[in-house]
């Protein structure tokens, strides 16, 4: 790790968004990962998204679990709310921050060990309850934390550093997500914030369960010649089908294109999400395809990357559990506590 | 873009604002490096022996450095590097074991140094190590030339003056004091192996045309003559209301030293704006800090005199005007002109080289303006025995400039005397660059960014300053501060330095870097590169660092321009593919300490 901090100045022609903020009032302590972790590449990317937003940094609820990934919610987002929980439960915590506050953005941080391995079952079930969040994997497939050993989303056939093959089939998160509901479902590379920014941007505003898997590499343990997830190898075998560009609300959508080359979203505070298909036969908003289509690729030894599924018209737990609309802590005692008449009516409606 | 060459010299050396700068690329962040180590003693040599004058310097310097540090960049105020040279010499120990020595036995050629000032004492020094018989001639009765008659003591005390022109003639130089030389021919018939002209530009401007110029010339003085005779002594006081004509640094001395004799009220009258003065921002700041009014805009009509004594000037009224391609011109505003009572005038209006002392007709060839044809790199004149530097050379600069010219020459005459070819043979620039990594994060250097403001160089109350023209003004950095101003020093020298061979692009670097200097893009032309970095490189003074094409096709773009050599990116890179090295410039110089 590096003892000195990252120094206070910043560029003269630096940028500032609506908020007169800029890019750096959204950054954290210095990372204690390991030099070249991608992971880092993921917060630079999430600091990226966050300050483009123009979303105060108190905004955001940070909520991770256990592993090198979930370390990494310290540093991003200095001012927001945050809980590093336990190991595989991020999700269930994310919930209930999100249910006692809905208007905070959530992001949960994890990796492959904490979604695909303890926290699996975690997973599954707030794919299913669409938890209004985005939820990012860091996904190395390597233990990194504990030297090295092989995750559940290594690839069959992928070595370790010492060159002894994996024998265990992966799970793919992407083709769970796509299984059990998720209604926007991204795979992104941390070396290409080109598309992860714009995807996070995304992520963030889409209301329900939003979903990106980063393939992350493992400078330390999985970033050799037999790993199908270091940064060669991503680089040489990624399938890039839809790019989702950003267009804020106040601004005019002016760019060409030829019809059937890209679609455009509306995303629920008035900006557009445009979809630029670089597949011509790819289509997010066809469940189904996109899993056969991911399945195949996967076979090929492909790494498919992309908007890959959205429904534009998603709703969230909230909608589906009819809550209020306030955050619980702006209610007021009578709201909260409505006396032991209530309780009695609502006894009386289940005799 | 071309991947960039750094082994090329002139490529880091250019990262290094100040020592780029500075006419005689002293290694700025080097000696402030040893000041924060408080190694004085070896921060003044490393000054010495590329500036000559360090104590004097850290004083009086243009400070060319300062405008060029990174720091006004970055955060607007430069390093302070002017008075933290002043640090080094003001705390150094005992340098004598590091002087050059100088051989008993010399190498039979004599060398004519003509007048003695920084030029002259600069060349001497070069030259006497080798061997050399160095005589110095000069009118003066002793050597230091325009540092001793035209620098007034509050800013530069004698025995700092002393000390360090004392030190070159101590090494051997033959002086030749009180010595007018009306003849450059028979100077050249005393049969020296080589001439070196540092006379510099002792003819002040007057304004000979001015109605009653002529009539009231007993109360008006030329700027620089009257310095210098309050410099030996030979004026003590001056009376009355002084308006001192001009803007430049001169004009600044004059006024300043008119109300430590006693003037009853002074006043300097500017024919220009208050921005487009020639004297330097703190030399102004000091004027009116010391109370003395600046007024702008005011060319002379005339004197008013009355039976041959001088009431005062009147000025017209100006004002400067932008013109279509934004020179500014002078237009009259219409307003009646302005009578401004004086006693006395000084006129610090400008300087020239003047050698009347030089026959036209002895091979020593000059151009339209009076000046010497020179080869710039050798600055040889057309006679082959003769060379010229300081103010003399080009017209009049600075201390320097001068030390600069001297190194140049004293090569220059070396080869002459040597008999060799004075461009073929010349020694080469080079570069040196050195890993600073210790170990995982520690470096060599003290890497991390120090965000604090400049700060301020104590002064001596000014009641007593002004009442004593030997006060010096500026009490210099006390040791604290000192150590403290040092910690501002970016570093600069300490180079980013790339290897696309290393680099697995895991953009750690461009994430980390706090200035966003680092882009990994297709390449282009620089125009379009320029363009489309992380942050746009609009300044086109500072170069594109270009890598060789990397594993994805791209190339690794850095912008000089902003780095603040904090080394985060060398620190997260996980291959090394960058590493910070410090980059040691090999100048050009003869007898020098380190050689």
Redesign the interface.
């Known amino acids: 790790m590096s003892f000195i901090s990252k120094p206070v100045v910043h560029h003269p022609q630096l940028g500032h968004n609506d908020l007169g903020l800029t890019r750096r009032d959204y950054e954290g302590p210095i990372s204690t990962l390991c030099a070249g972790c991608g992971h880092d590449s993921v917060s630079a990317a999430i600091v990226q998204a966050c300050a483009e937003l123009s979303i105060p940094p108190h905004r955001f609820a940070k909520v991770s679990g256990i592993g090198c990934s979930s370390k990494t919610p310290s540093y991003f987002l200095g001012n927001s709310h945050g809980l590093n929980s336990v190991h595989g439960r991020m999700p269930s915590v994310t919930t209930g921050a999100n249910l006692a506050n809905r208007s905070l953005h959530c992001i949960g941080i994890s990796g492959d060990g904490d979604t695909a391995s303890i926290g699996l079952g975690q997973f599954a079930h707030i794919v299913r309850r669409r938890v209004n969040m985005l939820y990012i994997v860091d996904n190395n497939g390597t233990y990194g934390l504990t030297k090295g050993q092989f995750s559940a989303t290594n690839d069959k056939g992928s070595t370790n550093k010492k060159g002894l093959p994996n024998l265990h089939e992966p799970i793919d998160l992407v083709s769970m997500a796509l299984q059990i509901g998720a209604t926007f479902v991204a795979r992104s590379f941390s070396g290409d914030k080109r598309q992860l920014v714009p995807l996070i941007r995304a992520g963030l505003l889409h209301e329900g369960f939003a979903f990106i898997d980063v393939v992350s590499p493992c400078v330390a343990f999985n970033n050799h010649a037999g790993s199908t997830k270091s940064y060669e190898y991503v680089r040489g075998h990624r399938d890039d089908v839809v790019m989702a560009d950003f267009v804020p609300t106040h601004e005019e959508i002016t760019a060409d294109y030829a019809p059937g080359e890209r679609e455009d979203v509306l995303m629920p505070d008035g900006s557009t999400l445009r979809l630029r298909k670089l597949e011509e036969t790819y289509d997010p908003r066809d469940r189904t395809k996109a899993l056969n289509y991911v399945h195949d690729k996967t076979l090929q030894g492909e790494v498919v990357t992309g908007l890959l599924y959205i429904d534009p018209d998603a709703s969230d737990c909230h909608a589906m559990l009819n809550t209020v609309a306030e955050p619980l802590n702006s209610l007021g005692e009578a709201e909260l506590c409505p006396g032991s008449e209530a309780l009695d009516a609502i006894n009386a409606s289940f005799r | 873009m071309k991947p960039t060459n750094v082994f090329d010299p002139n490529y880091f050396h250019k990262v290094v604002d100040c020592q780029w700068a500075c006419p005689a690329h002293t290694p700025v962040p080097e000696y402030i490096r040893l000041i924060a180590q408080q190694r004085y003693t070896e921060a003044y040599m490393l000054n010495w022996d590329s500036n000559v004058f360090p104590g004097i310097l850290g004083r009086t310097c243009d400070r060319p450095c300062e405008p060029a540090c990174r720091r006004v ?3 607007e105020k430069p390093v302070a590097i002017c008075r933290l040279k002043r640090v080094a010499a003001d705390h150094k120990g005992d340098i004598t074991p590091y002087l050059p020595r100088v051989p008993t036995r010399k190498n039979g050629k004599r060398v004519a140094l003509l007048g003695a000032g920084p030029a002259s004492l600069a060349v001497a020094r070069d030259l006497l190590p080798l061997g050399y018989e160095v005589h110095v001639f000069d009118k003066d009765p002793g050597a230091g030339g325009m540092m001793r008659t035209q620098i007034p003591a509050f800013r530069l005390p004698i025995e700092v003056l002393e000390e360090e022109v004392d030190l070159i003639m101590d090494m051997g130089v033959q002086g030749h004091f009180n010595y007018t030389i009306d003849s450059m021919r028979d100077m050249l018939d005393q049969g020296f192996d080589a001439y070196f002209i540092g006379t510099g530009a002792p003819r002040g401007r007057d304004l000979p045309n001015l109605p009653g110029r002529v009539e009231s010339g007993a109360h008006i003085s030329i700027g620089i003559d009257w310095l210098s005779s309050v410099a030996f002594g030979h004026t003590t006081s001056i009376s009355g209301k002084v308006i001192v004509m001009g803007g430049g640094n001169t004009a600044m001395d004059c006024c300043r030293t008119s109300m430590r004799l006693g003037a009853e009220e002074v006043t300097v009258v500017v024919r220009s704006g208050f921005d487009v003065m020639k004297a330097s921002e703190w030399e102004k700041e000091d004027t009116i800090g010391e109370g003395i009014p600046i007024v702008n805009n005011r060319p002379p009509i005339k004197f008013v005199h009355e039976n041959g004594k001088l009431k005062g000037v009147l000025f017209q009224c100006i004002e400067q005007v932008a013109d279509e391609n934004g020179r500014l011109e002078s237009v009259p505003t219409g307003e009646p002109d302005v009578f401004m009572e004086a006693d006395h005038v000084l006129m610090a209006i400008g300087q020239e080289n003047h050698c009347p002392w030089i026959e036209r007709d002895i091979g020593i060839e000059f151009d339209q303006w009076d000046c010497p044809i020179l080869n710039e790199e050798t600055l040889q004149s057309t006679n082959p025995k003769v060379f010229f530097g300081g103010d003399s050379a080009f017209g009049p600069e600075n201390i320097i400039w001068a030390s600069a010219h001297a190194h140049r020459a004293a090569i220059s005459m070396h080869l002459f005397c040597q008999g060799e070819d004075l461009l073929s043979a010349r020694p080469p620039e080079g570069v040196n660059l050195i890993s600073q990594k210790m170990g995982m ?1 520690e470096w060599a250097y003290d ?3 120090d ?1 604090a403001q400049r700060f301020i160089v104590p002064k001596a109350d000014q009641k007593v300053a002004l009442s004593n023209i030997k006060v010096e003004v500026e009490l210099g950095f006390d040791e604290e501060l000192g150590l403290k101003e040092a910690q501002r020093c970016l570093n600069c020298d300490v180079q980013t330095v790339f290897t696309e061979n290393l680099c ?5 670097c ?3 870097c ?4 680092i882009t990994f893009t297709d390449n282009g032309e620089e125009s379009d590169l320029r363009g489309r970095l992380t ?2 490189a ?1 300044n086109l003074e500072q170069d594109l660092y270009v890598s060789d094409e990397l ?2 096709g791209r190339v690794m773009v850095k912008d000089e321009d ?1 780095c ?1 050599h ?1 080394g ?1 990116c060398a ?5 090394n593919a960058w590493d910070m090295q410090k980059s040691i410039f090999h100048i050009p110089q003869l007898g020098s300490s380190s050689t």
């Not at chain 2, 697995?504 to 750690?508: L, Q």
């Not at chain 2, 706090?514 to 200097?517: A, Q, R, V």
Request: hydrophobic share 30%; proline share 12%.
């Open positions: 960049r970055t955060e994060h890497s991390a960014h965000p697995i692009e895991c953009d750690a461009v994430d980390i706090p200035m966003d200097c942050a746009p609009s594993k994805t902003v603040v904090c985060l620190e997260r890179c996980p291959t």
